[in-house]
């Protein structure tokens, strides 16, 4: 039915939408629009993890320890995700041991999609460092003065009131982030990982249709970034404490 | 969830919106003064880049002509295989002189410019280490490739190896060389090439493979151009490429294996004049 309808529009009107009615542009669509799914949850949560050790290790008395964040901070964040991942891929990947592949020839032990999910985890956990501890700092002095005076140690004080306080504060500061990394996910195109932008390469350059599938593309990262923010707001909205306004 | 259907219906208008490409493209060349032609930049020994930048090769040698026999300056934009046909149909250039493989359904989009100048075949470049015997080795393994190549979907389709297909060519040979792939996809000619290079880095590599799907490449225009008066001079210009065996002497010249295709209609036009 919808297969046919998209037939007869590229008959009809030369509008060639071939992922609807030909299989095999299809499943290499949908395979896309699967790695790209995947490597944006496993990355927004990797980055939101590596955010949350940085900022606990930047405010810990571990001199060392501060020294450390401040230069991964530095590094990822003033580095083109671009360039990131291509030395990831081609410099630190060819160094490292290979695994069999099953096929009595070796593998490497990090695949391109590993490669792609590892440098923007980072990239992304850097800016969340920043956000983190902005949010960390707008956190009153006399409400973490209060908690301290009733004995809270430092992991306590931490989980049940600065946390929760500097979540709420950042928020919008934080979904930019992770908006912007949904969309740096394309760039895994430039090391051969099977994303959105890779699948509908391979599929303009064999069926010459090109402005239908930028199109489509736009609309699948318009949809896929409302996701998000959707989610987003639904955890800002049952996060709100009424009457709190930083 | 209206305001996104709003979007939606305004970026499919905007695919109505087909770009007006003017008629006579040898006047324009003329009054520009200038040749504007799509070439590979990472293809030796076709078009690659010389040690001081230049883009030279065997494919710029015969745009060069081809603005010398205009009488204009020639301007060379470096294409990819997945940008080229795109590129020639919105008038940035004016003719694909890029490795274009001529095959049916391109044909539906630009022209082909006969007798095709060349002819090349699918293989692979692996490590004498992979033991690759036959096509049906590469089943379930990752191979490397270029975007845009004609050979992908059909290998893929039929011996279905998991390709990683990278936006040029550099990339998928480094990817190659960085074990992320077992074989990497590509015209034997290129192969060839390489492996007679003589660079050390290839010394442990081979082709492996018989070639197949035999492929001419073809000079490219726009459809309406094919029957124009820039279409005929480029035929005249092709016909007169394989009788004088100017084609034979510029693959000397680089450095490649004489082909039989070329050795073969250099014989048949020759005997036809």
Redo the contacts between chains.
């Keep these: 039915m919808i297969a046919a309808f998209f037939e007869r529009l590229n008959d009809v009107h030369g509008?060639n939408f071939s992922i609807f009615y030909d299989a095999?542009d299809r499943s290499r669509f949908l395979t896309g629009l699967w790695t790209t799914t995947y490597i944006c949850v496993v990355s927004i949560l990797a980055s939101l993890a590596i955010g949350l050790l940085g900022v606990w290790i930047a405010g810990s008395n571990s001199r060392f320890g501060r020294l450390v964040v401040r230069i991964y901070v530095q590094f990822f964040r003033n580095t083109p995700p671009l360039v990131q991942l291509s030395f990831f891929?081609?410099a630190v990947?060819?160094l490292l041991p290979?695994v069999s592949?099953g096929?009595?020839?070796?593998?490497?032990l990090v695949s391109?999609t590993g490669w792609a999910i590892i440098a923007f985890s980072l990239f992304a956990g850097a800016f969340n460092v920043e956000i983190f501890r902005a949010g960390i700092e707008a956190v009153p002095e006399t409400m973490v003065e209060a908690a301290e005076s009733l004995g809270y140690t430092r992991f306590q004080l931490w989980r049940q009131i600065v946390l929760p306080l500097a979540f709420r504060i950042c928020l919008p500061a934080l979904n930019n982030n992770l908006v912007n990394l949904v969309k740096t996910t394309t760039l895994a195109?430039?090391?051969?990982v099977p994303e959105l932008l890779?699948a509908a390469?391979?599929i303009?350059?064999?069926m010459?249709n090109?402005?239908?599938m930028m199109?489509v593309l736009?609309?699948t990262y318009?949809?896929l970034v409302?996701v998000l923010v959707w989610v987003m707001h639904r955890w800002e909205k049952a996060m709100r404490i009424p009457g709190y306004m930083p | 969830m209206k305001r996104?259907t709003a979007?939606?219906l305004a970026?499919?208008a905007?695919?109505a919106a087909v770009p007006v490409l003017a008629q006579d493209t040898l006047a324009k060349i003329k009054e520009k003064g200038v040749l504007t032609v799509g070439v590979k930049n990472d293809y030796k020994p076709w078009g690659f880049l010389d040690p001081s930048g230049k883009i030279v090769g065997l494919e710029i040698d015969l745009a060069q002509e081809v603005a010398d026999k205009l009488g204009v300056k020639l301007e060379m934009i470096p294409v990819i295989?997945?940008n080229r046909?795109?590129f020639l149909r919105q008038g940035r250039i004016d003719l694909i002189l890029a490795t274009l493989g001529d095959t049916a359904?391109?044909r539906?989009?630009i022209g082909m410019i006969e007798p095709n100048y060349y002819a090349g075949a699918t293989n692979v470049l692996a490590p004498k280490?992979?033991?690759l015997k036959k096509w049906e080795d590469l089943k379930?393994?990752?191979v490397?490739a270029v975007?845009?190549a004609?050979y992908?979907?059909r290998v893929s389709?039929i011996y279905s190896p998991e390709l990683?297909?990278?936006?040029s060519v550099p990339?998928g040979l480094?990817?190659l060389?960085?074990?992320?792939c077992?074989a990497f996809l590509f015209d034997d000619t290129l192969i060839v090439s390489t492996l007679a290079g003589g660079d050390p880095k290839w010394a442990n590599y081979e082709m492996p493979l018989t070639s197949e799907d035999p492929q001419l490449w073809a000079v490219g225009v726009r459809l309406d151009d094919l029957d124009g008066a820039f279409g005929k001079l480029l035929k005249d210009m092709s016909v007169e490429w394989h009788k004088s065996g100017k084609l034979l002497a510029l693959e000397s010249k680089w450095g490649i294996k004489q082909s039989p295709y070329l050795i073969e209609t250099n014989k048949k036009l020759k005997g036809g004049s």
């Design positions: 509008l095999f891929y081609f990947g060819g290979t592949d096929f009595g020839g070796q593998s490497p391109g195109y430039a090391i051969g890779y390469s391979q303009w350059s064999e010459f090109v402005r239908e199109n736009l609309v318009v949809l409302a | 996104l979007l939606a970026l499919a905007t695919l295989a997945a046909i795109e359904d391109r539906k989009q280490s992979a033991g379930g393994r990752k490397c975007q845009g004609y992908n979907r389709q990683v297909v990278f936006p990339d480094n990817a060389q960085g074990n992320n077992v």
